[in-house]
């Protein structure tokens, strides 16, 4: 998978040379280019922002910087003078501003040869695992990292009249100074996912988030078996596969009960087996429906 990443920090995506990244890289299962945004500015400043159109506190980032990067990574060929200046009434009417990449329904197949375009946004839908998953597949992925206030929204609206799949991105409900962090977090999600990164796939399998019934994980305990008077529960010690199976899957239902219980009202009943069905009753949920449903709401 290739990976570009444009910021005006480069360097801080040093530490992509680290760990099972920098190994995957050593392998030839990665390639991470980070490139300066400020390379394609022509002013002394080599500025990157500007105030805000229709005022407002900070900088947003200047789309014709922007543009001038993208293309070049893109492979677009610049387009003519006269388009690239042209009044902005006539580009807006061009820009076809629907998602071609439905995250609702990934098609891992459509990522194959398509460069896909990512802009970490604090106010664009949240990156979830199944992105992370559907991502895992693609060819080429180009990162681009707002800082300030953020990017001109005409440049993503741009790239999507385009035909490119552009996506914007939340890591979460906070905000970041910038994208960097973002893209490191989805980094990491997206590429551990690839056949051949991890020593050993099986721990993929059995994560939390993984798979159509995503529940939290399991707690995990190693050796010894009591440290500091605490014991680890007695059933992992009983070499009963069934009864460990067991174990574990009633807490990920109880932890996920207590910590994310939006995941539970997400279940499909059908899935559930009559041993679920009995913890998840216990935890007051009712069953009988497509999904859960809490009763004592
Ligand atoms: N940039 C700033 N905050 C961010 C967030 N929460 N997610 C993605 N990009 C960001």
Request: with cysteine; aromatic share 8%.
């Amino acid at each position: 998978m290739k990976i570009d990443i444009v910021s005006v920090f480069p360097e801080y995506f040093e530490v992509m040379n680290l760990s099972l990244m920098g190994k995957a890289q050593a392998k030839g299962l990665l390639e991470i280019k980070a490139h300066n945004l400020r390379d394609w500015t022509h002013d002394v400043h080599h500025s990157v922002d500007d105030t805000p159109v229709g005022g407002g506190a900070g900088m947003v980032m200047k789309p014709e910087v922007w543009s001038e990067c993208l293309d070049e990574l893109l492979g677009f060929s610049r387009p003519s003078a006269a388009t690239a200046n042209t009044d902005t009434e006539t580009a807006t009417d061009a820009v076809d501003t629907s998602d071609p990449g439905d995250p609702a329904a990934p098609n891992s197949s459509a990522l194959s040869g398509t460069p896909v375009l990512i802009f970490p946004n604090p106010s664009a839908p949240l990156f979830t695992q199944r992105d992370a998953t559907e991502l895992s597949h693609a060819d080429h992925l180009l990162f681009g990292c707002g800082r300030y206030e953020g990017y001109d929204a005409r440049i993503p609206d741009y790239y999507r009249s385009q035909g490119v799949d552009v996506r914007e991105y939340s890591i979460g409900d906070y905000v970041l100074n910038g994208g960097e962090v973002a893209v490191s977090v989805m980094l990491e999600a997206i590429t551990r996912l690839m056949p051949g990164f991890m020593g050993n796939p099986d721990s993929i399998v059995e994560e939390s988030y993984t798979g159509e019934g995503a529940l939290l994980e399991h707690r995990q305990y190693t050796k010894p078996a009591v440290w500091r008077g605490i014991s680890v529960p007695e059933v992992l010690l009983s070499g009963n596969h069934g009864k460990v199976d067991r174990f574990r899957r009633d807490e990920a239902l109880t932890r996920t009960n207590e910590i994310r219980p939006d995941l539970i009202e997400a279940l499909d009943c059908k899935a559930l087996d009559k041993a679920d069905r009995k913890t998840l009753m216990a935890l007051g949920w009712e069953v009988s429906a497509t999904h859960p449903r809490k009763l004592d709401r």
